[in-house]
């Protein structure tokens, strides 16, 4: 049994139920869900596998993921782990194509068969989806075309069809590289990829679960073992698969917009990379610990813009080129750009976006949307960098090809054929091209292989005689084709695109092929189809074209997009309908001729006239906003257009949709509840039925309990505010008509009608209502866009918003809810964006037709009822006669022409304004003659004499006439003012910020300062002012962000780490159980007992220890000292590698400034430290040199302002002069007149600042000038303007100078006055010559005085006029002089500038790397110091521990000597108290140890300073003795074993705190050994980075030196000359200053002394260093002969060599001396007691006696009464004869009496030896005493 795909019709559910696309996605679900059979496959090896490591992804993706094959559980495995068995699907499993493609969906019994409809051909070509071009082999190209994969043969031009399964569509296809299979991604819910084997085309592998509803891309890996897919919205998944086992191997969401691309990188399988909307991600397939899992990088821009990414390829060295929107490459590297190239010139690399990159042999192909094909270098891409801040870099490619123009191209896929490759193109605007990209001299050119339309397809109609078909969209073409013979027959091209076209019914030509089409400007356009054969031969013309289209005529009737075109039914009107809500009526005759139009209340969308069985020609047109109108056809005579085409008094009929499916819906769920509510009670009856026929009553029978159900509520009464869209429409009776509408109202057929009142109400005010309606299954949710009839018309044939083709059988003609038998329906276009544009039967029904906004058109063959025998064949129509001859139609080319309408009123206009200027030229006229006859009557007044002629005021017929023309102008004048007081404040604005552009920032202008008597001048800087921003740069610190070297932080950091070490603490020391206070108080004596001679023996011990512990303290202070004093000696001892600081710093500065230096242009040149420069420090230098020069000129220019302020003042005082002059040579007699001194004037270039001043004179002078050139230039006339008007914008901008003409009149007055004053001094002067008698000596002497004074002071005042000018000529020239000086710096601050300049460029490229480099040494300086530091923390550590451990062990040897001194001598319990200290306890530890591998890691480690007491521990420990240590011995003294016990306590707290300090120890030993790896690691990097630095220092300062640098010379400062003459090359000279050379030859001789002086002290030097080397051996000598006889000393003295410094500070051990004394004051009070203890013993000995003697008393008494006794017995038995034998013998009581005595002797015997061993101790100096145990028997036992 082999999986089942779609079921097909004859298995639906009952009739009416469900809807196409959900019964479509109910059988996808099934194919989905539906699990391969297990018997389907070959048997092969189980496969076992952990539950943790079979899957990629997460369960929930798992349990969303559809599995592909029966998996059956094994059973449960012995082992712990659980497994699954997996069954691999067999390689030669195939699906079964018939079951699993998408089937047509016929409603159930309706009798319409399955295949009503079937594919012929495919004409267009889905252009402008992404990679919609793929090639299988040479010959075999694919793509996608709506629902169907469409695969051209190039050699027949045959086409097969592969159905998509889910009837969604087609998202993608993907070729695999070998070529053998291909991948079909599908759209729709929940799609499959189906992989198909070529060539046999049979479904391969079933990709289930990848996405929601499409997939968007898909690619194979170069070794074609996995497909990577990802989907579309929503949820942009992006799933890698293992294709041929249909599973899942790892998935991820890949972005959350759109994505276009996914690939596998050709290199590295385990990367991907996705681009999209913004966006870029690079993917690599990671193993965590959860699995293998998908992880991704978003690339980030950065500065680039943000742009959407369509084509990009992976190199081979992880890097990954794109393109971007702007047309540049985008290189990528780590997720960053690395760099953008771009073409030379800063070109971009094409025009537009680039839509693919691809590897070619080592080459990289960019294809552009531009037509362009370049090829670039590999190398040249993959090296690229960055060399400034922009991030661009300039590439120049190696190939171009330039495809053609208005070329767009999208994809390119390479093939070979016969061995060659080629390359097969995509064009979004409509083509397939075959390319050849080898660029050689054999290369072909591109061939255009088909031709489509380019993108929507807008219209389309078809011939009513024979099978041709035309369409026309916004690609501005027209194309007719074959749809027999499956051809293409012509096109034609315009300048606009086609909207809407309609082919002219039979009546209207003969020959049948006429066209009209309409446009997006609103033209329409009469096109001829016509079969060039038949055109009489011409040489020149081609006849080959299988058909022509030749423009008939064109008009444009509309402003806008022309929408719909329909022709009368009787052909004699056409009605054009457009977007500009008007309908324009044309007659068709020959040439078509506008009636006029009628406006209409919206869009227009659809134009439909009355068939011919209505009674009267009316046409229905159709509003997008929800109206219907209805108007009859216009009669052409009754309507004259002479003025407007309007028709203003045709019947208008209005329909307003108003909105019924709120109330639809509400009345059907009313039923769909009633009848719910028929059926239980239905249901009720038959059950209470049942019971009675069981013989129970109404009475017994129970009644189940209803339970109550909650209702939902019903649905709301909605009617949309504005009503949806009309999408289509037609006429069923006469005022009758069904509409199909958009939006809310989507689903249903609405049966209206015109209302027979319509009013006055406006068409927007209305709300019809249809009266029937029809609810057609699954239109819900998709719209009927075109509704068409065949010509029985019981086929309804309807265009769907979903690119479905649905067909309503009818019972009869007419349409009703009744008359429909069930519906076919099959998907064609793309389900997304294919909705049906046109669809049209053919004239005999045979084939039909449709077209969609993807880009496609299909055609198919219409099920017949007979057999078609006959060949079919289209015939095009033969051209007319005289075709040839007549001239083409005039097109309407430009898209703003006007309108018919338009063009009229223009026509109108112009005439109204042809009589109004007629008119305004009568009257001109009129005025003209009137004003003559005014000038000739006031010219004969004026010849009238004095006393007849008329005032000119008697001329005014009323003078209120004139005071109201005055009032008007006033009051036009102020209009004016106030119109132009927006200009004038414009170009006020204007002139100020002209001011602030090109003035404000001038600080000084150019003026010009010229000499008096000379023509020497001088000129100021032109001098702009500096930027604060540049002063306060030139004032910081030039070292401000000199980053800092790794020497600089280490010196920094030396101080620092010095103190932190100072101040380290130890961190890790573990607190020992046994205080130093303890211990301490051991050491402490006790208290000291009154005076006695025994405490005063222990004083004298003290007094004595005492004195020698000093002594001793003393020996210690001297020798130390003394060692202290050796060690300073030593210290300033120099090492051999000594060096004196003050030659070191002379070595280092003869290093710097002596020797042979590195030239900065050798390789091994080492720039210094200090001397190393950066952008920072250049931008300082930069702004520093532009301050100085600019503070420079500055100065200078204030100098020179400040000449020419003196030259004013000079000019000033010398016409005060020689007014002064003039006044006394007028008194002189002109003989004696001197020449008066010519007054320098003030140029203009020494007063600039006047330029900018001006008045209203000069502005008029300006104007008028401006006038003059205008009109010779015969450019525009300007009307002339008042003064204060048109000119008043300028003022208030500057200083306002006064006229020239105020001042010249200034002048003039100035002149008149002095000459009135001249001429009346003269007439005074002459009157008193007149008058005056002769005068006396006295007079004429004093005249005399007089001259004398005026000659001296004419001579003065002319000599004070030339030493003015002389003094400033000489001011000016020194000034002069100076500047010159300044010039030649600022010349060369200039060029240092400009190098300066030059070295920043370069700085600022080299900036970013050397921070990058710097940032690196610092930061592996910074670590190596850290991990220093922690190197010597942990030394400190170390030690500190260790030093601890010392302490331990010492405590642990004080307390064993402790123990030995506490055992005392001859102790006979020694060696148990020795085993009791020694044995090992396992303790309670204070801290909880996690886990039990911790047991192993607490183990006690045993050091080789342990005490050998430890040893003897472990020998005794190895014996099998067993002993109790908890309970002390008989006879050991319980004292002696507490203390041992308690020291056993504080042994075992010293040993754990030794085991925690060298577990610390070794802790941080490991830790040092592992960072000490680490800082050679750092060291070794920080080596690295600091040699790369170096190496890059080095570059940057050789690419410094290629820097020219200009040094301006004098010839006498040339003095590299070569036979007398200077060398034409001076590339090997140096440039130095004199006083260089001078100093250098200077040095010379100063270093010639030095060597001089130099050699004398090396020899004095030499001789002193052998004075002392003798010295030294003769030193060394006396030291051994001393050394010698100390020894012999010592060994005379003491027998062997001793260490005397220890002989002298020897002293007591104060811890043997401190246990003497505690061994002393025990001693003392244990002989007190001893004392007390004899005299104790002493008393009990007379005690003893006494009762000794009473006791032998009493046994003497009872010795006598045992004689008497026994004298008695005797008597008595001699009495009794033998009587009471039983009692003869010893008694048992007198045989223990016996012994108890016995024993007590014994007793007594032992305690006499122990009293006397007591004493023989107590005789001994150093005896201890210890109780004696207690008897075995108390005192006085045997009295008992």
């Known amino acids: 049994m082999e999986p089942k795909g779609e079921q097909e019709a004859k298995d639906a559910k009952e009739e009416g139920k469900g809807s196409p696309s959900e019964e479509h996605k109910e059988k996808a679900k099934k194919v989905a869900d539906e ?54 699907i067999s390689e030669n499993f195939y699906y079964n194509y018939e079951e699993l493609c998408a089937l047509p969906f016929v409603t159930p019994d309706s009798g319409i068969p399955l295949d009503l409809l079937s594919l012929i051909h495919s004409f267009g070509y889905d252009c402008t989806r992404r990679a919609n071009i793929q090639m299988l082999d040479s010959v075999t190209l694919f793509y996608i075309a709506g629902n169907q994969l469409v695969m051209l043969n190039l050699l027949t031009k045959s086409q097969n069809y592969l159905r998509s399964t889910c009837g969604g569509g087609i998202g993608v296809i993907a070729v695999h590289p070998n070529k053998t299979y291909f991948a079909v991604g599908e759209k729709g819910w929940k799609p499959n990829m189906i992989i198909y084997e070529y060539p046999s085309l049979r479904p391969y592998r079933v990709l289930r679960g990848g996405t929601e509803e499409a997939y968007a891309f898909a690619d194979f890996n170069r070794s074609g073992t996995l497909i ?195 390359w097969y193109a995509q064009d979004a605007n409509g083509a397939i091209w075959k390319l ?117 005529q064109a008009f444009k009737p509309h402003t806008t997009i022309v929408t719909a075109l329909a022709y009368e039914r009787n052909g004699e009107l056409l009605a054009t309908g457009s977007n500009d809500k008007t309908v324009f009526f044309f007659t068709v005759e020959d040439k078509y001729e506008a009636i006029g139009f009628i406006s209409v209340p919206g869009p227009v969308q659809a134009l439909q006239w009355s068939p011919l069985s209505h009674p009267e020609s009316t046409l229905l047109i159709l509003c997008k906003n929800g109206i219907v109108v209805q108007v009859p056809a216009p009669d052409p005579g009754n309507y004259n257009a002479a003025t407007t085409y309007r028709i203003k008094d045709l019947p208008t009929q209005y329909f307003r949709f108003s909105s019924i499916k709120s109330r639809i819906l509400l009345q059907e769920e009313l039923e769909r509840r009633e009848k719910v509510r028929l059926e239980k009670e239905k249901a009720k009856q038959e059950w209470i039925q049942q019971q009675l026929n069981e013989g129970k009553t109404m009475e017994e029978i129970e009644f189940p309990q209803e339970e109550a159900v909650e209702e939902e509520p019903l649905p709301e009464i909605y009617i949309p505010e504005t009503p949806s869209p009309i999408l289509c429409g037609f006429y069923s009776r006469p005022g009758k008509f069904w509409l199909s509408l958009g939006e809310y109202d ?151 022409a006007y309108s018919i309408e338009n063009a009229k009123q223009k026509k109108e206009h112009d005439y109204i304004m042809r009589i109004a200027e007629k008119k305004k030229s009568i009257k001109r006229q009129e005025l003209s003659t009137l004003r003559e006859e005014f000038q000739n009557l006031l010219q004969m007044n004026r010849q009238l004499p004095s006393h007849m002629q008329f005032h000119r005021a008697q001329f005014e017929l009323d003078r209120r006439i004139r005071a109201e023309m005055d009032r008007k102008t006033a009051h036009k004048i102020r209009l004016v003012l106030k119109e132009l007081a927006w200009e ?97 108080s051991e050491k402490l004596p006790k208290k000291a007992h009154p005076h006695t001679v025994a405490s005063r023996i222990v004083e004298n011990r003290m007094e004595k220890l005492r004195k020698i512990i000093e002594k001793a303290d003393r020996a210690k202070a001297k020798i130390q000292q003394r060692r202290s004093e050796w060690e300073e000696l030593f210290k300033s001892k120099p090492s051999d590698d000594y060096e004196d600081p003050q030659d070191v710093e002379n070595i280092k500065e003869a290093q710097q400034n002596m020797g042979d230096f590195k030239l900065k242009t050798a390789t091994n040149y080492k720039i210094p430290e200090h001397m190393r420069i950066n952008a920072d420090k250049k931008t300082h230098q930069l702004a520093s040199l532009e301050v100085a020069i600019h503070d420079k000129k500055l100065e200078m220019n204030k100098w020179i302002v400040s000449l020419r302020d003196l030259k004013v003042a000079i000019i000033e005082e010398i016409q005060c002069v020689v007014q002064e002059l003039k006044k006394i040579q007028s008194s002189l007699h002109p003989s004696q007149h001197v020449p008066v001194p010519p007054i320098p004037q003030l140029l203009p270039e020494e007063t600039p600042e006047k330029q900018f001043q001006y008045d209203s004179e000069r502005l008029m002078k300006f104007k008028r000038d401006m006038e003059e050139q205008v009109r010779l230039k015969e450019t525009v006339q300007v009307a002339p303007s008042g003064e204060g008007g048109g000119l008043g914008g300028f003022g208030g901008g500057f200083y306002r100078a006064p006229s020239v003409k105020d001042l010249e009149a200034a002048m003039r007055s100035t002149s008149l006055k002095s000459m009135k004053i001249a001429s009346g001094t003269a007439q005074t002067v002459k009157t008193f010559e007149f008058e005056a008698v002769e005068p006396t000596e006295l007079e004429v002497e004093i005249a005399k005085r007089g001259e004398i004074r005026n000659i001296y002071m004419q001579e003065v005042l002319v000599k004070r006029v030339h030493e003015l000018m ?106 148990f108290l020795t085993k009791v200290l020694k044995k090992r306890i396992k303790r309670v530890k204070k801290k909880e140890v996690e886990g039990e591998g911790d047991e192993d890691e607490e183990s006690e480690e045993e050091s080789d300073e342990e005490s050998s007491l430890e040893s003897d521990e472990e020998e005794s420990g190895s014996e099998d003795e067993v002993f109790d240590d908890s309970v002390c011995p008989k006879n050991c003294d319980e004292a002696l074993f507490e203390n041992t016990l308690l020291l056993r306590e504080k042994r075992l707290d010293i040993e754990e705190a030794l085991v925690e300090e060298k577990k610390t120890v070794e802790n941080v030993k490991k830790d040092y050994d592992v960072l000490a790896k680490k800082v050679k690691v750092v060291a070794a990097s920080l080596d690295a980075a600091d040699w790369e630095l170096e ?50 030859q200077q040095r010379i001789i100063v270093l010639q002394e030095e060597k001089l002086e130099q050699r004398e002290l090396y020899k004095k030097a030499r001789q002193q260093h052998k004075q002392l080397i003798r010295d030294r051996r003769d030193m060394m000598l006396k030291i051994d002969r001393l050394e010698e006889k100390c020894n012999e000393l010592m060994m005379l003295k003491f027998g062997r060599l001793v260490n005397l410094e220890a002989l002298q500070t020897l002293s007591v051990n104060t811890n043997l001396e401190e246990l003497r004394m505690k061994m002393m004051e025990k001693e003392q009070a244990q002989a007190a007691e001893l004392r007390k203890w004899e005299d104790k013993i002493v008393d009990l000995r007379q005690e003893l006696m006494m009762v000794t003697q009473e006791n032998t008393g009493k046994l003497k008494q009872m010795n006598t009464f045992c004689m008497e006794k026994m004298t008695l017995e005797t008597k008595l038995d001699a009495l009794q004869n033998n009587l009471g034998a039983e009692f003869q013998g010893p008694r048992k009581a007198d045989i223990e009496e016996k012994e108890k005595l016995i024993a007590l002797v014994q007793l007594q015997a032992q305690e006499a030896e122990v009293l006397k061993e ?7 100096k150093d005896g201890r005493i210890f109780p004696p145990s207690q008897p075995g028997y108390p005192q006085g036992g045997m009295l008992d």
């Open 35 to 88: 699990k391969t059979p297990f018997s389907a496959f070959q048997e092969e090896e189980k496969l076992y596998e952990d539950e943790e490591g079979s899957e990629g992804y997460s369960d929930e993706e798992e349990e969303e993921e559809v599995e592909p094959i029966q998996i059956e559980k094994p059973p449960e495995p012995v082992k712990k782990k659980k497994v699954k068995v997996e069954k691999k």
């Open 228 to 422: 990577a897919t990802v989907g579309s919205s929503p949820d942009y998944m992006l799933t890698v698969w293992d294709w041929k086992q249909e599973k899942i191997v790892l998935r991820a969401k890949a972005f959350s917009q759109d994505v276009f691309r996914v690939t596998f990188s050709p290199e590295n399988e385990e990367q991907l990379t996705t681009s999209g909307s913004g966006h870029i991600k690079f993917w690599k397939m990671a193993l965590t610990f959860t699995g293998l899992k998908l992880q991704g990088a978003l690339g980030r821009f950065g500065k680039t813009a943000l742009t959407d990414i369509e084509g990009y390829v992976e190199l081979p060295d992880g890097k990954v080129l794109s393109g971007s929107e702007w047309g540049n490459l985008l290189l990528w590297e780590g997720g960053l750009i690395k760099v953008e190239l771009c073409r030379p010139g800063r070109k971009n690399c094409h025009n537009g976006p680039i839509n693919q990159i691809i590897l070619d042999e080592g080459e990289v192909v960019s294809v552009g949307s531009d037509g362009f094909i370049r090829v670039w270098d590999f190398e040249t891409i993959d090296t690229a960098d960055i060399v400034d801040d922009t991030g661009l870099l300039e590439v120049e490619h190696i190939n171009e090809l330039l495809v053609g123009k208005n070329v767009n191209l999208n994809y390119m896929v390479k093939i070979h054929e016969r061995g060659e490759p080629f």
């Open 436 to 552: 050849d990209l080898s660029f050689t001299n054999v290369t072909h050119d591109p061939e255009c292989l088909f031709t489509f339309h380019s993108g929507k397809i807008e219209a389309m109609c078809v011939s009513p005689v024979t099978y041709i078909m035309a369409t026309t969209g916004l690609d501005r073409t027209v194309r007719v084709f074959d749809f027999v013979d499956n051809v293409q027959l012509t096109e034609m091209k315009f300048k606009q695109g086609g909207t809407v076209m309609v082919w002219a019914p039979n009546v209207v030509n003969p020959k049948k092929g006429i066209m009209v089409v309409g446009f997006q400007d609103g033209v329409v356009r009469v096109i001829e189809l016509f079969d060039p054969k038949g055109l009489p031969v011409v040489s020149g013309r081609d006849k080959g074209a299988p058909a022509a289209l030749r423009l008939k």
């Open 746 to 896: 989507t689903g249903f057929l609405f049966h209206c009608a015109f209302s027979h009142q319509q009013g006055d109400k406006e068409p927007e005010a209305r709300k019809d209502e249809p009266f029937a309606y029809i609810h057609l299954e699954d239109t819900d949710d998709t719209a009927i866009r075109r509704i068409v009839f065949c010509s029985t018309g019981l086929l309804m044939i309807c265009g769907m918003q979903d690119g479905a083709v649905r067909i309503y059988a009818l019972y009869e003609k007419s349409l009703s809810k009744d008359n429909i038998a069930g519906y076919w329906s099959y998907s064609m276009h793309d389900n997304n964006y294919g909705q049906i544009q046109g669809i049209y039967p053919s004239f005999d029904d045979r084939f039909l037709v449709t077209c969609g906004a993807d880009g496609n058109i299909f055609t198919y063959n219409i099920l017949s009822a007979e057999e078609v025998k006959k060949v079919l064949k289209a015939k095009v129509p033969s051209p007319r006669r005289g075709l040839e001859k007549e001239r083409a139609a005039e097109d309407i080319v430009d898209p703003t």
């Open 984 to 1080: 004038q404040e414009k170009h006020r604005i204007g002139l100020r910020k002209v001011e602030n552009r090109f003035r404000a920032s001038l600080e000084y202008d150019t003026i010009v300062v010229c000499a008096m008597r000379s023509n020497h001048r001088i000129s100021t800087y032109r001098l702009l002012s500096i930027s604060e921003k540049l002063y306060n740069v030139s004032k910081q610190s030039q070292a401000g962000k000199r980053r800092t070297s790794k020497y600089d932080h280490k010196g920094k950091d030396t101080d620092q780490r010095t103190e932190t070490q100072k101040d380290a603490k130890p961190k890790f020391s573990t607190q020992a159980s046994i205080s130093e206070e303890e211990v301490d």
């Open 1366 to 1471: 002389i003094t400033f000529d000489a001011e000016l020239r020194l000034l002069r002089h100076q500047k010159l000086k300044l010039d030649i710096m600022m010349k060369t601050a200039d060029l240092r500038h400009i190098t300066w300049f030059q070295e920043l460029l370069l700085l600022k490229n080299f900036e970013k790397h050397e921070n990058i480099l710097q940032e690196r040494v610092n930061s592996l300086s910074s670590e190596e110091e850290e991990m220093q530091n922690k190197l010597n923390s942990y030394l400190a550590q170390i030690e500190e521990k260790k030093a601890e451990i010392a302490k331990l062990q010492e405590r642990e040897k004080i307390l064993y000597a402790t123990f030995q001194v506490s055992l005392g001598e001859n102790n006979k319990f020694a060696n």
């Open 1591 to 1640: 190496a890059y220092q080095r570059e940057k300062q050789q690419r410094l030196n290629e820097l020219y640098v200009v040094v301006p010379l004098k010839l006498h400062q040339v003095e590299y000359i070569s036979n007398g003459e200077i060398p034409s090359d001076l590339s090997q000279s140096l440039v130095f200053t004199n006083q260089s050379l001078v100093n250098l």
């Open 1814 to 1820: 007591e004493i023989t101790l107590l005789s001994r």
